[in-house]
């Protein structure tokens, strides 16, 4: 245990925040550059698949990396990794062939793919040992943690459009990757020494897959939840908003751009701040982890309609009817909303419910769960946006939110743990 718990959960956040302010902005850099350049949404969702793809190997492979060279070890790793990557993709050429194209940029998102899970799972189990156990100081360090993290990821997806439309591609990738490099050297100069997560040297590989059914069961609600939201928000919401908000010339996709980073900036930002607040909305403090338990069932159950009815709204408006945009952007963060309770919930139990002897496994688990719901969510929006448009998205996302909930339900089985010696 790291001799001054404050500040390394400070340093780790810092770190996380750096990292997932560039993480947001490359995404919207990429997602609105090639679509500018008449990718289709197939081609799109083909620029991300590996990032996700990478993610559920990462996970597995980084909780075993954790425990045997330390969370900061893999903190640094992560951070490393996606300057790697920001340097490497200020490489594109524009004369390369789209195929060529393609390939590349699905290479150099898998390193940041890594890079990501690396980061991630080294904060979050950072928190599970830091904690103060006391009158809920998991949740609220867990949800201060990853709602501070949203909410920076989300002004990254407004940083992206805007460099976009004001520097161009390369300068903003440039910037970036600098602006991380040093985010990466004050981290290792001022992390404190100690921080935990390091286990036994004679622990081999192995057991990768969690012996608390509870934790395999959260996995799976987890990744339906993930695929909801990703399956129209990678592909199918941007490029629904650049086909009605611009008008074809090169200042109408500027404003389209902006408008677009603008909301998902939003979004990203809203779902944070709501994350962030969760506890104090569940009133969890003075709650048992029955009682939040059975929370997350109930959430999981209030998001299931809604991607249904807006579906259904776009499929019976006639586009673009300005009352059609209002309802999309109303739904969406009503959406966001009840999926930032569902997420933050989960973010608690999956700390609760994981053995402290073997947390950076079982957390890796958990978020190789996250990792395939995001990788079928954005193999799913660019396929069912390109087969059906947004109502198709949408309603693809309604059956992920019922799939959640099912598996949500299942948590309230009273299964002991397995032995896990």
């Known amino acids: 245990m790291s001799e001054n718990p404050i500040r390394a959960y400070a340093a780790v956040t810092a770190a996380y925040w750096a990292f997932m302010l560039t993480d947001g902005a490359l995404r919207m850099l990429v997602l609105l550059h090639f679509n500018g350049l008449g990718f289709s949404p197939v081609a799109l969702a083909w620029l991300f698949l590996l990032y996700e793809l990478a993610g559920i190997g990462t996970n597995l492979g980084a909780g075993w990396l954790a425990a045997r060279f330390g969370l900061a070890a893999?903190?640094?790793a992560g951070l490393a990794l996606q300057v790697a990557a920001l340097v490497a993709l200020a490489q594109l050429s524009p004369g390369?062939?789209?195929?060529?194209?393609?390939?590349f940029v699905m290479a150099v998102q898998g390193v940041s793919g890594v890079a990501k899970d690396l980061a991630k799972m080294s904060s979050k189990s950072a928190v599970k040992l830091l904690a103060p156990a006391a009158e809920g100081g998991l949740f609220r360090w867990v949800a201060a943690l990853t709602g501070s993290k949203n909410a920076v990821k989300g002004l990254g997806f407004f940083l992206g459009a805007a460099l976009l439309a004001l520097v161009g591609f390369k300068p903003a990738i440039w910037g970036m990757a600098g602006l991380l490099a040093l985010i990466l050297i004050a981290v290792v100069a001022f992390l404190p020494a100690g921080l935990p997560g390091?286990?036994?040297?004679?622990?081999?590989?192995?057991?990768?897959?969690?012996?608390?059914?509870?934790?395999?069961?959260l996995s799976l609600a987890r990744m339906f939840l993930f695929g909801a939201r990703d399956v129209w928000f990678v592909v199918g919401l941007p490029v629904y908003f650049q086909a009605v908000l611009s008008d074809g010339t090169a200042e109408g996709r500027r404003e389209a751009f902006f408008l677009t980073g603008g909301f998902m900036a939003l979004w990203i930002i809203a779902y944070g701040a709501v994350q962030a607040f969760a506890p104090k909305l569940l009133g969890a403090k003075s709650?048992?982890?029955a009682a939040i338990t059975a929370k997350a069932i109930t959430w999981a159950g209030y998001l299931?309609?809604?991607?249904?009815?807006?579906a259904a709204a776009v499929l019976i408006a006639p586009a673009p009817a300005p009352w059609l945009t209002a309802t999309i952007l109303i739904g969406l963060l009503a959406f966001g909303f009840v999926f930032a309770i569902n997420s933050?919930?989960?973010?608690?139990?999956?700390?609760?419910?994981?053995?402290?002897?073997?947390?950076?496994?079982?957390?890796g688990f958990y978020y190789m769960a996250n990792a395939a719901g995001r990788l079928i969510g954005t193999m799913l929006s660019g396929l069912s946006y390109q087969i059906g448009g947004l109502p198709l998205c949408l309603a693809t996302a309604g059956a992920m939110a019922a799939a959640s909930w099912w598996a949500a339900r299942r948590l309230t089985r009273s299964e002991a743990p397995a032995d896990q010696s």
Not at 96 to 103: E, F, K, T
Not at 304 to 310: E, N, Q, R, S, Y
Not at 346 to 358: E, K, V
């Open 96 to 103: 390369w062939s789209i195929p060529a194209s393609v390939a």
């Open 198 to 217: 390091r286990m036994k040297s004679e622990e081999a590989w192995g057991g990768w897959r969690s012996k608390d059914p509870r934790v395999n069961r």
């Open 344 to 363: 933050s919930v989960h973010s608690y139990l999956i700390l609760a419910f994981g053995d402290a002897a073997r947390i950076t496994r079982d957390v």
């Open 74 to 76: 893999t903190l640094y």
């Open 287 to 289: 709650q048992p982890e």
């Open 304 to 310: 299931v309609p809604i991607p249904f009815a807006l």
